[in-house]
Structure formats: C-alpha cells, structure tokens
C-alpha cells in the first residue's frame, strides 16, 4: 500500500478469484470450460490495463507485490475450504494467527534490527493496527472461514471478488482516488469477467460442489 492505490490494490487482489479455479485445475480437483478461460482472459486484459496505463512505463512494485499476494490469498482460500471440513474452524483460526503473529513479531524485530529503527507506539499507529488487526483481519477472516463450511470454495471467492466494487466507491469518497480512463476499463473488464464466471458456475453446479 506504500507503492500502489486502494483501487489498484482491491481490483488486483480480486484476480485471486480466477487463481482458485487455475490452481484446482493445475491440481487436477477441475476442468475449465472455454467460456470459462475467456472470462479469464477477459479479467488478464483488464489487470493489464489497471496496472500498465501509460507507455513505456514499468509495472508499479506495489501493484507486483499484491499480483504475488493475491496467489498467496487464493492459495488460502482453497486450504482453508478443504481443512474447515476435516476440523474444528475455531482451532483452525486460532493457530492461523497464532503463528501469524509470531512471524510477524520476528519480521518486526528482524526490520528494525537491520534498519536500526524503534517501533512507532503513537496513539494513531495503535489505532490503526488494533482497527486492521480486528475488524480488517480477524473478524472478515473468522467469517470467511466459517461461511466456508456451508459453501463451496469458488462461490467464497466469487463473494470476495466484490471487493474493487466496494473500495474503488469507499477510495472516492474517503480518499477522492480517482481512476484514469483506461484504468476505468480495465476495472469494468475485471468486473465483467468475475460477474461472468460466477454466472456460469453457478449455471454449470461447480458452486455446490
């Protein structure tokens, strides 16, 4: 978020969606049909568009580093829709985070220590952990988690990919975060692939399997 736009965040973060069902295929758990891959494609050009806007000019290392995270976040969605079956979901939440926090308190130490630089405890930094720490983290991920039980794990990422919709409207009115013309139709283009997909999948069953 220090590199790249909300808007640029939420719109590549939601390409986690088409990462689900490319990773069940690479696994062997699905197959794509050829309206499907074009959805995809579809959802390719409009990240291309979002994150590369103007000529001869390099991709944004924010923009990067979230494609890279939203692998990550669609490899999660699909481990956490297996194991949530296997177990007890509180269990699983808990030592998620527990070992979340402790490789994040490491990494803290580690940064500092080769930065030489304190921990900022001022009363905003505090506020805005505690706010993504809670409401931003473990509340939307202990629903996740828990929706997960009663729904299958494309139907949860077909939900998550409402997200753009939501910030780019919050981005605006919080933020006055504007989006160039071309980044409008890649954002439309990402929109219209996802909304299409869900569409078929809910047309072809995969949502209940």
């Known amino acids: 978020m220090q590199f790249t736009s909300s808007n640029h965040s939420a719109f590549i973060t939601s390409s986690a969606v088409i990462m689900v069902p490319l990773i069940l295929v690479v696994a062997g758990k699905q197959k794509l049909h050829f309206t499907q891959i074009a959805c995809i494609v579809l959802i390719a050009f409009g990240l291309y568009f979002l ?3 103007k000529d001869n000019q390099p991709y944004n290392v924010g923009d990067v580093i979230t494609f890279f995270g939203a692998i990550v976040c669609a490899s999660h969605i699909i481990l956490s ?7 007890e979901f509180l269990g699983l939440i808990f030592y998620q985070f527990l070992f979340a926090t402790i490789i994040s308190f490491l990494g803290l130490l580690i940064n500092n220590g080769i930065n030489h630089t304190e921990v900022n ?3 905003t930094v505090i506020n805005n952990v505690l706010y993504l720490g809670f409401f931003g983290t473990l509340l939307c991920f202990f629903v996740t988690v828990w929706a997960q039980k009663f729904v299958s794990t494309i139907t949860t990422a077909m939900i998550l990919s409402l997200e753009p919709i939501f910030a780019a409207t919050t981005s605006f009115i919080v933020l ?3 989006l160039s013309l071309l980044e409008i139709i890649g954002g439309i283009a990402i929109i219209l692939g996802l909304i299409t997909y869900n569409l078929l999948d809910a047309k072809s069953g995969l949502g209940s399997n």
């Open 51 to 53: 994150t590369n806007t």
């Open 81 to 87: 829709g297996h194991y949530v079956r296997k177990t």
């Open 121 to 123: 405890f001022s009363p």
């Open 176 to 178: 006055q975060e504007s």
